[in-house]
T-cell receptor, first 113, second 110 residues
Framework: NAGVMQNPRHLVRRRGQEARLRCSPM?????VYWYRQLPEEGLKFMVY????????ESGMPKERFSAEFPKEGPSILRIQQVVRGDSAAYFC???????????FGSGTRLTVV | EDKVVQSPLSLVVHEGDTVTLNCSYE??????LLWYKQEKKAPTFLFMLTSSGIEKKSGRLSSILDKKELFSILNITATQTGDSAIYLC??????????FGPGTRLSVLP
């Protein structure tokens, strides 16, 4: 059981480029959560997805950010036209059902230069 | 292999009890250790520890780090039912990744 896999671990983008972060949940988990961690701060909820559905995107910025969890393949967090303020660690967690045992990935550190 | 181990994995206590949650780690390049309280969809940040022996306190919660023995404890005194949650320990592995422990599920009974 490989756990929650996130890639890449590190991503460097120039301002204005697109960033794509991938998250493969644990086997048997159908719920995926994305979080952002800014330096010296806690995890901020961004979005909660089930297969092919966005359940709660209340933490997502209104513009430039989108997420999907297709029927096949990993969940993708996409940030378009990145800005310096997007630099952060982005975490993904998965669970078999809501509120029962989250497993976190090791994160993707995004640096915008 | 980098890893974070938490114990116990599950704990049931009664209101008013004091609990101690444990977190031990083995990572390549330690930068800091973080404690979170996981309720519903978003973990709540509790503490970040970087130096050994300095206790951090917030109300009934306190935490301390031992970098020599590679562990941290989270204490909760006079527990309340609202303390019921999963408590996560994570280590920032400098410049590489974060490593999360499996969490301790705390249930506080009235």
């Amino acid at each position: 059981n490989a756990g929650v896999m996130q890639n890449p671990r590190h991503l460097v983008r120039r301002r204005g480029q697109e960033a794509r972060l991938r998250c493969s949940p644990m086997k048997g988990h159908s719920h995926v959560y994305w979080y952002r961690q800014l330096p010296e701060e806690g995890l901020k909820f961004m979005v909660y997805l089930q297969k092919e559905n966005i359940i709660d995107e209340s933490g997502m910025p209104k513009e430039r950010f989108s997420a999907e969890f297709p029927k096949e393949g990993p969940s993708i967090l996409r940030i378009q036209q990145v800005v310096r303020g997007d630099s952060a660690a982005y975490f993904c967690a998965s669970s078999p059902e809501t509120g029962t045992g989250y497993t976190f990935g090791s994160g993707t550190r995004l640096t915008v230069v | 292999e980098d890893k974070v181990v938490q114990s116990p994995l599950s704990l049931v206590v009664h209101e008013g009890d004091t609990v101690t949650l444990n977190c031990s780690y083995e990572v390549t390049n330690f930068r800091s250790l973080l404690w979170y309280k996981q309720e519903k969809k978003a973990p709540t940040f509790l503490f970040m520890l970087t130096s050994s022996g300095i206790e951090k306190k917030s109300g009934r919660l306190s935490s301390i780090l031992d970098k020599k023995e590679l562990f941290s404890i989270l204490n909760i005194t006079a527990t309340q039912t609202g303390d019921s949650a999963i408590y996560l320990c994570a280590v920032d592995n400098y410049g590489q990744n974060f490593v999360f422990g499996p969490g301790t599920r705390l249930s506080v009974l009235p």
